[in-house]
């Protein structure tokens, strides 16, 4: 079966750097997406990672590793407004949108 | 401003009854898809639809209808079948159906049971 683990939780302090990790088992891998969900809210796109290596997008990265099925969403700086769930997605070999189900991270000042 | 709108925000379905989740887009965007948010589970997608006329099952399909006669619109009719209907729909949209695009989400519909 196709699967994404990502943590269920985790918290941080304002100021400090996070890394939130994404492990997928799919059927083939036409990249990886990671989006950003406030409570009750719309998920919003952050990055798009095809090819292995990091990506930089102001505080946040992401990084794709395709050989060993891994990737990670790096948030710097952290800010009160990065309170929120954190969701990886893979496109699998059927261009099939496959979603983990999601890391709540919780900022503490 | 662009974007996609979802109503109602809150819903009540009584047993036995059908109720229609709107979702309107005005970005262009030639595909539209449906999913269901539980608690601790990832996004699952029910009907998606990549042109005018044309939809796919996706995969919880079972006790859902969709339909797509405009562009803009693709209403979401969760009918008595669906037994256990209670979740937050999300409804999105991307430029083309080939899903390297980022799909666009609307705010949402939390659908509960009376």
């Known amino acids: 079966g196709q699967n994404i683990d990502q943590p269920t939780e985790m918290t941080a302090t304002e100021g400090a750097i996070v890394q939130i990790n994404c492990t997928y088992q799919?059927?083939?891998?036409?990249?990886l997406f990671w989006y950003q969900q406030h409570a009750g809210e719309a998920p919003t796109f952050l990055s798009y990672?095809?090819l292995d290596g990091l990506e930089e997008k102001g505080r946040f990265s992401s990084f794709l590793s395709r050989s060993k099925g891994y990737s990670y969403l790096l948030l710097k700086e952290l800010q009160m407004k990065d309170s929120a769930s954190y969701l990886c997605?893979?496109?699998?070999?059927?261009?099939?949108?496959?979603w983990g189900a999601g890391t709540k991270l919780i900022i503490k000042p | 401003d662009g974007g996609i709108t979802q109503s109602p925000k809150y819903l009540f379905r009584k047993e036995g009854q059908n109720v229609t989740l709107s979702c309107e887009q005005n970005?262009?965007?030639?595909?539209m898809y449906w999913y269901r948010q539980d608690p601790g589970q990832g996004l699952r997608l029910i009907y998606y639809?990549?042109?005018?006329?044309?939809?796919q099952k996706g995969d919880i399909a079972e006790g859902y209808s969709v339909s797509r006669e405009k562009k803009e619109s693709f209403p979401l009719t969760v009918t008595s079948a669906q037994k256990n209907p209670t979740a937050f729909y999300l409804c999105?949209?991307?430029?083309?159906?080939?899903?390297?695009?980022?799909?666009?989400f609307g705010d949402g519909t939390r659908l509960s049971i009376l």
């Open positions: 990672n095809v």
């Open positions: 799919t059927s083939g891998f036409n990249g």
């Open positions: 639809s990549q042109i005018v006329n044309d939809f």
């Open positions: 997605a893979v496109l699998d070999s059927n261009y099939q949108l496959i």
């Open positions: 999105a949209s991307s430029i083309e159906g080939t899903r390297h695009q980022p799909q666009h």
């Open positions: 970005l262009n965007h030639d595909a």
